[in-house]
């Protein structure tokens, strides 16, 4: 049974940087795995996301100042966030699948979450 555990998350200054980091357990070596955000009132999503063959994407709202990895072991991924504001601020949330993409409904596991808020 696959799980997933967030970590890394809290409170920074406007331009400050945060790492966050998923491990997951159970057999997930194959599937994407990827970071949503939510906000109070908003819809959760997309952030970026690792995929097949260690390919990476990011949403518009976050390239060049977040990037993604996962470690070698296939069960860890990060989410180094830099330059970060105020906008940022949500509750982040790790994700698994056996596809790909920037919809909820393709990954099938979530985490529950951690907090990250941007101070201005």
């Known amino acids: 049974q696959v799980r997933l555990v967030e970590s890394g998350g809290g409170l920074v200054q406007t331009g400050g940087s945060l790492r966050l980091s998923c491990t997951a357990s159970g057999r997930i070596s194959w599937y994407t795995m990827a970071w949503f955000r939510q906000s109070p009132g908003k819809e959760r999503e997309f952030v970026a996301a690792?995929?097949?063959?260690?390919?990476?994407y990011s949403a518009d709202s976050v390239k060049g100042r977040f990037d993604i990895s996962r470690d070698s072991d296939k069960k860890t991924i990060h989410l180094q966030m830099n330059n970060l504001t105020p906008e940022d601020t949500a509750v982040y949330y790790c994700?698994?699948?056996?596809?790909?993409?920037?919809?909820?409904?393709?990954?099938?596991?979530w985490g529950q979450g951690t907090q990250v808020t941007v101070s201005s």
């Open positions: 994700a698994a699948g056996p596809d790909s993409g920037t919809q909820l409904v393709r990954y099938n596991y």
């Open positions: 690792h995929g097949w063959g260690s390919r990476t």
